[in-house]
């Protein structure tokens, strides 16, 4: 591979010419400027009722230069909260709070959208059980959570949704997607991966269902394609993207890479296929998989791949996964989170901050808005 100056391409082994990571790319309505993508980092700064913070302001307008930001999971309503400090978009407060956001990212020259995300089984709060957690099945996350406080509690039993509720669920994606508008996002992620609730009704470990919303492949798709098409009609398919974790076995999930699995994800591919969604976003520690790979063929729009938790992206495996054609963009977490002026410092070839784990989900500036950029 050759060098990666602005809007170059380089040849690929078999002569065509792929894009680089810094070639402009159209995601639905967006014109990204490079293929850096923003990866949702959860990094519980809001305050204590959910509103984005001062310092959420800054640190997002800070990596304006990505191509686009994909701000953290953030929940829905009160039972689809997972985290202490993460934030919301249920009230007018959390809306005035991420309009803030949204002013400064653009103002900055930046596109953002919001992932939303409805926490399921997951719960780390205190108050859990009281806040009426939900999960396809009323099956805890094996083993124990440890609480803010630093007490060990087994993981909180969620209830099993009844058939009659779907649609409420449904409904908290819509709704607070159309609230995300109203907060100036460019559009918004619906958060199918990890283990949360939408991710629980695609793996049959978490989804023991005997409705429509279980026990068949295009049942337990069901519930994603429903909530995806639904916030397209509501704000537009071109703003509309979905993120997935094929083959999850995170936050006690079993999915694996599985025939059962590859029918799921076929079976959702195909619901929401035809739709113009902005983009699908799959991480996955095997981006090159016949599974992930289906999944982007069967789906054929704006795709944007991450390599998952194990390793940390680098430069050169993001370049790869662009020459490899194993995506259109590349969502970029950690990287990104160390170096707010990442694409520069890549573009140039520069030194990196390191990412400092132990600030992760600490309250405070400290590891969110003191990592340093390029002095020259
Ligand atoms: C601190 C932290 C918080 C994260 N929060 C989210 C989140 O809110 N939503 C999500 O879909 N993924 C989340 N992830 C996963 C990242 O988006 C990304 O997939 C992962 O970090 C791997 O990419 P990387 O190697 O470039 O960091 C989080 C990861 C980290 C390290």
Redesign the pocket.
């Given at each position: 591979m050759t060098s990666t100056a602005a809007g170059a391409t380089v040849a690929t082994p078999q002569g065509d010419a792929a894009p680089t990571l810094f070639t402009p790319v159209t995601l639905g309505r967006l014109r990204l400027p490079n293929r850096i993508v923003m990866?949702?980092?959860?990094?519980r700064r809001a305050a204590a009722d959910g509103t984005p913070s001062d310092l959420m302001v800054r640190h997002y307008a800070d990596r304006a230069t990505a191509g686009l930001i994909i701000a953290?999971?953030t929940f829905l309503s009160p039972r689809s909260r997972t985290y202490l400090n993460q934030p919301g978009i249920v009230t007018d407060a959390h809306v005035a709070g991420w309009r803030r956001v949204t002013d400064a990212v653009h103002a900055a020259g930046g596109r953002i959208v919001l992932?939303l995300?409805h926490g399921g089984r997951v719960a780390m709060l205190p108050d859990a059980e009281e806040r009426g957690i939900v999960a396809p099945s009323a099956i805890p996350i094996p083993g124990e959570r440890r609480l803010p406080s630093g007490e060990v509690r087994p993981h909180a039993t969620p209830r099993a949704l009844r058939t009659d509720e779907m649609a409420g669920v449904v409904g908290e994606f819509v709704d607070g997607a159309r609230r995300a508008i109203a907060a100036g996002f460019d559009g918004v992620e619906l958060?199918g991966?990890?283990g949360y609730l939408l991710q629980e009704f695609l793996a049959a470990s978490t989804n023991h269902r005997d409705d429509a919303y279980g026990g068949s492949p295009a049942n337990r798709a069901r519930l994603v394609v429903e909530a995806t098409r639904a916030v397209a009609d509501a704000v537009g398919a071109d703003r509309t993207g979905l993120?997935l974790s094929p083959g999850e076995t995170r936050q006690g999930l079993e999915e694996g890479d599985t025939p059962e699995t590859a029918a799921t994800y076929a079976a959702l591919t195909s619901g929401i296929a035809g739709l113009g969604l902005a983009s699908l976003h799959v991480?996955s520690a095997h981006p090159a998989s016949a599974l992930v790979r289906g999944i982007r063929r069967d789906f054929g729009g704006p795709f944007i791949i991450?390599?998952?938790?194990e390793?940390?992206?680098t430069r050169a495996e993001a370049e790869r996964f662009l020459t490899e054609d194993l995506g259109d963009a590349v969502?970029?977490?950690?990287?990104?989170?160390a170096n707010p002026d990442l694409v520069r410092r890549w573009r140039e070839g520069r030194e990196l901050n390191r990412p400092n784990?132990e600030t992760?989900?600490t309250p405070g500036e400290a590891g969110y808005n003191d990592y340093p950029f390029l002095e020259d």
């Open positions: 990866a949702p980092l959860t990094r953290e999971g992932q995300m958060h991966a990890n993120r991480l991450n390599s998952g938790f390793v940390v992206t969502a970029v977490g950690r990287p990104l989170l784990p992760f989900y």
